[in-house]
């Protein structure tokens, strides 16, 4: 019983970072849109600052990912 647990514990672990994830990334691109529509002369600065924010929520993700396969290797 202990090892179907961990499975399922891995399992929702990675989907709750992706879900979340996602509607980050979403909200953020949405929103530096909207920036750069509002001031383009800020278009720079707002796209660095997107790609580095994309960066850091990808980066938790390939986390999450890295422990669930840690977990599953204790299947």
Known sequence: ?????????AGIAMGCAALGIGIGQGMLGSKAMESMGKQPEAAGSVRTALIV???IMETIGV??????????GKI
Request: charged content about 0%.
């Open 1 to 9: 019983m202990g090892t179907g647990i961990i499975a399922i514990a």
């Open 63 to 72: 986390l999450t990912f890295v422990i669930a396969i840690v977990l599953a």
């Open 53 to 55: 924010a994309m960066a």
